[in-house]
Every structure is written in C-alpha cells, then in structure tokens.
Nanobody, 124 residues
Framework: VQLQASGGGLVQAGGSLRLSCAAS????????MGWFRQAPRKEREFVSG????????YYTDSVKGRFTISRDNAKNTVYLQMKSLKPEDTSVYYC??????????????????WGQGTQVTVSS
C-alpha cells in the first residue's frame, strides 16, 4: 500500500481543515487506517484510527469532539475532518495503514505503511 496525504495548510485558531490520504493497492479495503502527528522535537503521537470496514473508530482524548475520521473504500481514501483547531494541533500529520482488526492500534509499530506527511499549522 502506498499512501499520499494531503490537505494540510495554515489556518487560524478555531478554523477547520480536512486531511485526505489516498491509497494505492488493493489491500486498502482490508487495512485499518490511522492518523498520527509529530511536532518538532516530539515523538509521533496517535490522533485517530478507523477499522477496515469503518465500524470502529478511536480518537486520542485531545481531539475528541473536534476531529472526525472516515473512509471511502470505493475511493481508497481516508479522511480526517478537523474543526475548532488549536495552536497545539500544529504538527506534521501522517496517515498509516495496518492489518485489519476491530481494535484500533495506537502505536506506530502497529502500522506497516506510512504516507509522507502533511503540515498543519494553526496560528493563534
């Protein structure tokens, strides 16, 4: 699976962005998908994940109620809708693909394939 993330940019606090991650390869529909982020000098952290069939989703506490993950298996794309953005959301956001499971992995090693990252900058 090859992943291409897009949709990042510069937005004011309180604004919204939608990230997309387009996947190539036939295994997308049987892959769990995750979004992670990494700020300078910080470790990569889990943001949200969705199971291969969309039946399960999971969010880190800091984004619950503000971010929504979804997927369109017909388009081989996973989305991360981000609302009420805060300066602390500023990071490079990465999408990742992992094996199918109803349990959403929250650690980077649980994912096998990674996109290149897209920068999200939230100004105060």
């Amino acid at each position: 699976v090859q992943l291409q993330a897009s949709g990042g940019g510069l937005v004011q606090a309180g604004g919204s962005l939608r990230l997309s991650c387009a996947a190539s390869g036939r295994s997308f529909s049987v892959s769990n998908m995750g979004w992670f982020r990494q700020a300078p000098r910080k470790e990569r952290e889990f943001v949200s994940g969705i199971s291969w069939n969309g039946g399960s989703t999971y969010y880190t506490d800091s984004v619950k109620g503000r971010f929504t993950i979804s997927r369109d298996n017909a388009k081989n794309t996973v989305y991360l809708q981000m609302k009420s953005l805060k300066p602390e959301d500023t990071s490079v956001y990465y999408c990742a693909a992992g094996p199918p499971s109803l349990r959403i992995g929250v650690l980077p090693y649980e994912y096998d394939y990674w996109g290149q990252g897209t920068q999200v900058t939230v100004s105060s």
